[in-house]
């Protein structure tokens, strides 16, 4: 076997491990955070999911989704939702303004007593700090996905030294290694092969996942969307969009 097929192995062992981590560690706050977005919906309330850089990848991920809730929206930050900014180090740049999370949500759709996801592997730079701080500040509640590493290994960016694991009402620790490279090799300088993207993606799913048995538990049918490549999905699909129109922001 050559070097490249061993390293590819490593990478998905290092991948698996870190997921069985989450799954054994973690099991008792993904089951509060799905408890808590299956509350918001049967109270009436909407869920948004924030993330910044690759960040916004495992929110992305939850929404328009199938298999997924109907009812997971995203918030956009302009300038930061993924690397299709020029040049891609804007981004990085905005996520240290201070300012902008209470920009965009005081033009947001939110309101209290909805739930905001904040996807952050660092969760030392500004604006997931300030989007965590602000959306408690208006009532919403706030579910923080980071890495507590960083927090325990870097400096904070935001004026208050604080980190986005401080301002949640539910920490779920995704386990990332501080620099977010699984693999080392003789010969390369840096390390590589990030793993946060898999593992922070099935922490969601995860917690959408209990969301919607938590739904079902209670006698409610969850707002779930099917394949819209499989018989039947577009009606089903269109079925629960109308039921649900006034909190599935992606449509407007």
Same mark, same amino acid.
């Given at each position: 076997?050559? !070097?490249?097929?061993?390293?590819?192995?490593?990478?998905?062992?290092?991948?698996?491990?870190?997921?069985?981590?989450? *799954? &054994? +560690? $973690?099991? $008792?706050? =993904?089951?509060?955070?799905? /408890?808590?977005?299956? &509350?918001?919906?049967?109270?009436?309330? *909407?869920?948004?999911?924030?993330?910044?850089?690759?960040?916004?990848?495992?929110?992305?991920?939850?929404?328009?989704?199938?298999?997924?809730?109907?009812?997971?929206?995203?918030?956009?930050?302009?300038?930061?939702?993924?690397?299709?900014? *020029?040049?891609?180090?804007?981004?990085?740049?905005? $996520?240290?303004?201070?300012?902008?999370?209470?920009?965009?949500?005081?033009?947001?759709?939110? +309101?209290?007593?909805?739930?905001?996801?904040?996807?952050?592997? %660092?969760?030392?730079?500004?604006?997931? @700090? !300030?989007?965590?701080?602000?959306?408690?500040?208006?009532?919403?509640?706030? =579910?923080?996905?980071?890495?507590?590493?960083?927090?325990? !290994?870097?400096?904070?960016?935001?004026?208050?030294?604080?980190?986005?694991?401080?301002?949640?009402?539910?920490?779920?620790?995704?386990?990332?290694?501080?620099?977010?490279? !699984?693999?080392?090799?003789?010969?390369? $300088?840096? #390390?590589?092969?990030?793993? %946060?993207?898999?593992? /922070? %993606?099935?922490?969601?799913?995860?917690? @959408?996942?209990?969301?919607?048995?938590?739904?079902?538990?209670?006698? =409610?049918?969850? #707002?779930?969307?099917?394949?819209?490549?499989? &018989?039947?999905?577009?009606?089903?699909?269109?079925?629960?969009?109308? +039921?649900?129109?006034?909190?599935?922001?992606?449509?407007?």
């Amino acid at each position: 076997m050559g !070097e490249s097929n061993r390293l590819a192995g490593q990478y998905f062992d290092a991948a698996i491990d870190l997921l069985r981590r989450v *799954r &054994d +560690e $973690e099991d $008792e706050r =993904i089951g509060a955070a799905g /408890t808590l977005i299956a &509350d918001t919906v049967e109270a009436g309330g *909407r869920v948004f999911a924030f993330g910044a850089g690759h960040s916004s990848l495992p929110a992305q991920d939850t929404v328009y989704r199938a298999g997924g809730l109907a009812l997971m929206n995203l918030l956009a930050v302009p300038g930061v939702v993924g690397v299709d900014v *020029r040049p891609a180090t804007l981004g990085s740049a905005l $996520e240290r303004v201070d300012g902008l999370a209470g920009a965009v949500l005081d033009t947001s759709p939110l +309101e209290a007593g909805d739930v905001l996801i904040v996807i952050s592997l %660092s969760g030392r730079n500004s604006l997931p @700090v !300030e989007m965590a701080m602000n959306a408690r500040a208006l009532g919403l509640k706030v =579910i923080g996905l980071t890495s507590v590493a960083y927090a325990q !290994e870097t400096k904070s960016r935001h004026v208050s030294g604080t980190y986005l694991r401080d301002h949640c009402d539910i920490v779920l620790d995704s386990k990332i290694p501080v620099g977010d490279a !699984e693999l080392t090799l003789p010969g390369i $300088e840096a #390390p590589f092969a990030p793993a %946060s993207t898999v593992v /922070t %993606s099935a922490v969601m799913q995860a917690v @959408v996942a209990t969301a919607a048995g938590v739904l079902a538990d209670r006698g =409610i049918d969850p #707002p779930l969307l099917r394949s819209g490549n499989v &018989d039947g999905g577009h009606d089903w699909n269109g079925r629960v969009m109308r +039921e649900y129109a006034d909190r599935i922001h992606y449509l407007q």
